[in-house]
Structures are given as structure tokens and as C-alpha cells.
């Protein structure tokens, strides 16, 4: 497909601005043609209109949503190699990495579109009347979910295409019923328009209504803002910064109807060493973390920025371990400028705070002009870990710092100081977790995912997978962005109350057309009722 730089309205494409942006190769710092061109007010204000449009002619039946997931996962693996080379070129990441993110945001596209077709996601609940209940009757009330409205998708840059045009935000506002405008991230907008026009094939294909789908260029503090703040937009779905999501939660809180912004912000992701376990193979668990703090250049919200464990001769062999990959880590190219001197900045903070020593990073010089990073293992101990909240503050990258323990109360001292995390993992012998049941609980509270053994990055797209966290991890933690749980946050719930049979949604009615699971008088069947 040729990239033309336009804003995607609906089924048509428009250039009306004059105000453009290029895509930067992170690897090299070359523009990257062609220009894209910043959406203008006419032009948001289209795409807001058509969506609202569209959702009031939004297609009743959910066959057609299944369809049109099936063929926008189609439509994107047909672009083959012209996707990875292009994402390749914009992010600088390795093309087995974004052949896998493909594969994933695919398999993600289909996975909604099995739970669509299956319907019970609805959450029908049918009591029928009693009229002869004493002292009052009983009416007859059902209810489900059903689509919010249309759904504003901003995309990520550590995830160019799973957490983007197409990613889990749109995929599951589609599969609720909502109609989707993206707004596409600066740092690579040929990777956006190409999965953009191949969303749009497939709307138009199985005939959405015109404004089904729309993605729009442009600055995130204006065009951003303004699709924030307009009354058609009715929930927004995010995966960035912790100051960005802060930002676009308030604009969303301030307007005359507030509406939730799901926002997936940032995470140190802990993870806690046990003496048993640290004891029984401490240069397996460095090799282990190394990996996965290094993993995509450290560019994951999952990476794991802490360890804390008790001091004994086990953690020393672990850090020295985890120093020495550290120092044999090659500096490597970031996705964006802005990050690298984000990352920068948040390791020379750590290194120069009171208490914390650098134990060991990249040996090779980064280039900036190549937008590298070195890599870096940092230690502190408990009391100032928990005497400076900086310290708790995610640097995104490949860093880590290692928390030493007097003892086991201290540990959990530093679990308790935590703020809410994406994840959190415990090494441990079964024999010490049935000790340590304080520290699960305490863990449970502050994380949306806690592992037993293992590294948190990695993680698995399924129906049982949470991927959020109480704030500042998230603004909802009891939302998922990742997992066939994410369309419930493109809902909302509606009761019908002793309605004629024939104005009932099919999930509704007595006869069960759709065939799917339902609570009906307390009990789940699928039986007509």
C-alpha cells in the first residue's frame, strides 16, 4: 500500500492542513518520507461527527463485528514484509521482535472475534416477574452490557502495533460495539497508516457504517486534547506516561460529562527474592533478570526496575552476577530521542541520590546521535529505599536497582511502601511462601498480576490475563487492557423492565436466539427460558 500522509476520515482520506511531521530512524536520525499531515479542526470535528453517526447506525447483528475483526487481522498480515520494514525503520526494533508483536496483535483481533461470536460476554441476567408476590409483585427486569460510544484509541510507542492503530484498545472497543478514532503516534505514522488503511478495508468490506473507524494526526497536547474534550467521545484508552495519562484524565474528569480514561502509565514491577530460592541458584536468577531488564532495550511496561531481597552471601553472588551481564550489555538504539533523555535523566537521578550506588553498567560509550542507551544495575538499601519516594519512580529502560534487606520485616517494609504496580514476583520455595503469607497479601494490594518465580515481562494474551493495577500503574485497576476482559470497559450496563417481548435485545429474550450463556432466576444456562 502507498503511504499518502493523510488523516484516514471514515471511508475517505484528507489533507487539509499544512502543518506536517516525519517519521526519525531512531538507528540513524534520517527523515523519513513522506510527510504526514496534522489533522485541522474541520477535520477532527469530521471524524467526531461521522463516528457519532455511526454508532446510531451501529449494525445490530454480531456477525458482522466478528467479520470485520477476522478481516482487519487479514488486512494486516497481507501487508508482509512493507509493515516490518517500515515499523523496523520508524522504532528501530529488530524484525523478529515486530513479526512477533504482528503475530500478537492479530491473534489478539481473532481472540475477540471468537468472544463476540460466542455472546455471552453481554452478561445477560434475566429474573422473570412474579405478579403474585406478596407483599409486592415482582417486575420483570433484564439486563447486559452494551456499547458506550464511540471510543478514542491513542497509540504507544513501545508497542508500535499490539498497543496502537490496531492493538487491544481498538480491537476491544470494536468487539463492545463502539466505533474507534485513533490518534496516531508522531514517532511512527507510516506504521499507522498502513495498518490504518487496512482497518479501513475492512470496514468498509463488511460494510460498517461510514466513521466506524478513523485515525488522525497530530500534536497530543492539541489534537489529543481536543478529541479529549469533545461530547462525542465517550471513554479513551491509553498506554504511556504516567504525566500523560495524569493529563488526559484530568481533561476528561473536567468536562461537563466526565468520562473514564483507561490509562496504563508505568510500573517498576518488583521483584522479591526469597532466601531459599536466592540461595539455591543465584547466578541462574541474575542471568534471568538481566534478560528480562534488557529485553526490548529495557522498553517494556512490564520490566522489572526493583529487586529486594535479604542481605546474605546468596545476594552478593546475585548482584555481582547481575553486574557483570550488565557491564557486557552493548548499548542499544531507543525507540524515540525523547525517551533516551528520559532514561538518561532518570539514571543519573538514581545514581546521584543519597544512598545509592551504581554498581555496574554498559562498558561500551552510547551514541546519542544513534539514540543509544547504556544499560544499568544500581543498589540501595531498605531504609533509604523507603526514606526517598523518588526511588520508587520508574525510569523506563534498562535499569534495575537491587533493594537490600536486614531481614524479612524490612522486606516487607519495602513491599508496604510500594505504590500500585502492574505486576509483582516472588522468588520463593514453596515452604517459604507458606511462610510469608503477609507478603503475598500485601503484594495482592498493590499488583493487577503476581507471579510465583519467573520474570514478568512476557506476557501471555488470554482470556485470564489482567494487565493493569491499582494507580499509579493505572487510572482503573479494576480494568484490564490486555485479555478478553478488556471489552467491559467499553460498556456500560442497561436494565429493561417489564418490557414486551418483541423490544428485547436477543440476548434478552426467552427464547435465547443467540444460544449463549445467561443467569436466568440465579441460575446459569443456556436453556431457553
Known amino acids: 500500500m502507498p503511504l499518502h500522509g493523510k488523516n484516514i476520515i471514515g471511508n475517505t482520506t484528507s489533507a487539509l492542513g499544512s502543518d506536517t511531521v516525519q517519521a526519525i530512524n531512531p538507528a540513524s536520525g534520517a527523515r523519513i518520507d513522506p510527510p504526514f499531515h496534522d489533522a485541522t479542526q474541520e477535520e477532527i470535528d469530521d471524524a467526531l461527527r461521522r463516528a457519532d453517526e455511526a454508532f446510531s447506525r451501529r449494525p445490530e447483528d454480531p456477525a458482522r463485528t466478528v467479520d470485520l475483526l477476522q478481516r482487519a487481522a487479514d488486512g494486516i498480515e497481507a501487508l508482509g514484509d512493507e509493515l516490518i520494514e517500515r515499523c523496523g525503520a520508524e522504532t528501530g526494533l529488530p524484525a523478529p521482535r515486530l513479526e512477533g508483536e504482528r503475530a500478537r496483535t492479530c491473534n489478539q483481533l481473532r481472540m475477540f472475534a471468537r468472544i463476540v461470536d460466542e455472546g455471552s460476554w453481554v452478561d445477560a441476567r434475566i429474573d422473570h416477574a412474579i405478579p403474585d408476590r406478596a407483599p ?91 478529541l479529549v474534550r469533545h461530547p462525542v467521545i465517550q471513554a479513551v484508552g491509553f498506554t504511556g506516561s504516567l504525566s500523560g495519562g495524569r493529563t488526559l484524565f484530568d481533561l476528561a474528569a473536567q468536562r461537563p460529562q466526565p468520562i473514564p480514561v483507561y490509562a496504563e502509565m508505568g510500573s517498576i514491577n518488583p521483584v522479591f527474592f526469597l532466601a531459599e530460592a536466592l540461595e539455591s541458584n543465584p547466578e541462574g536468577l541474575a542471568e534471568a533478570m538481566h534478560q528480562s531488564v534488557t529485553l526490548g532495550v529495557g522498553q517494556f511496561c512490564t520490566n522489572p526496575g526493583l529487586a529486594v531481597a535479604v542481605e546474605s552471601a546468596a545476594l552478593n553472588r546475585f548482584v555481582d552476577e547481575l553486574s557483570r551481564r550488565i557491564e557486557q550489555t552493548e548499548p542499544a538504539t531507543m525507540l524515540l530521542g525523547e525517551i533516551r533523555e528520559s532514561y538518561v535523566k532518570g539514571t543519573d537521578a538514581l545514581g546521584g541520590a543519597q544512598g545509592v550506588r551504581l554498581a555496574a553498567q554498559s562498558a561500551g560509550s552510547p551514541d546519542r546521535a544513534r539514540t543509544q542507551c547504556a544499560a544499568a544495575v544500581f543498589t540501595t538499601d531498605a531504609d533509604a529505599f523507603c526514606d526517598n519516594p523518588e526511588l520508587s519512580e520508574e525510569v523506563f529502560g534498562p535499569a534495575t536497582m537491587v533493594v537490600r534487606c536486614r531481614d524479612a520485616a524490612q522486606m516487607l517494609g519495602v513491599a508496604r511502601r510500594l505504590e500500585g504496580q502492574l505486576t509483582a514476583t516472588i522468588h520463593a520455595t514453596e515452604r517459604e511462601i507458606t511462610d510469608q503469607q503477609e507478603l503475598l497479601r500485601v503484594l495482592t494490594t498493590r499488583a493487577g498480576r503476581v507471579l510465583f518465580g519467573g520474570f514478568p515481562t512476557g506476557l501471555e494474551v488470554c482470556s485470564a490475563t489482567h494487565h493493569g493495577g491499582p494507580y499509579p500503574a493505572t487510572t482503573d485497576g479494576r480494568t484490564t487492557s490486555v485479555g478478553t476482559a478488556a471489552i467491559e470497559r467499553f460498556t456500560r450496563a442497561i436494565c429493561y423492565q417489564n418490557f414486551p417481548a418483541a423490544q428485547l435485545p436477543p440476548a434478552l429474550r426467552d427464547d435465547n436466539p443467540l444460544d449463549i450463556w445467561r443467569l436466568v432466576d440465579d441460575v446459569r444456562t443456556r436453556d431457553a427460558s
Open 136 to 226: 409486592l409483585p415482582k417486575p420483570d427486569m433484564r439486563r447486559m452490557l452494551a456499547p458506550l460510544g464511540p471510543v478514542l484509541v491513542f497509540g504507544a510507542s513501545n508497542f508500535p502495533l499490539a498497543f496502537s492503530v490496531a492493538g487491544g484498545d481498538t480491537a476491544s472497543a470494536f468487539a463492545a460495539g463502539c466505533p474507534v478514532i485513533v490518534k496516531a503516534r508522531p514517532a511512527h505514522p507510516g506504521t499507522a497508516e498502513l495498518v490504518a488503511q487496512a482497518v479501513q478495508k475492512a470496514c468498509a468490506d463488511v460494510g460498517m457504517p461510514d466513521g466506524w473507524f478513523s485515525m488522525v494526526h497530530g500534536p497530543g497536547r492539541t489534537t489529543g486534547a481536543c
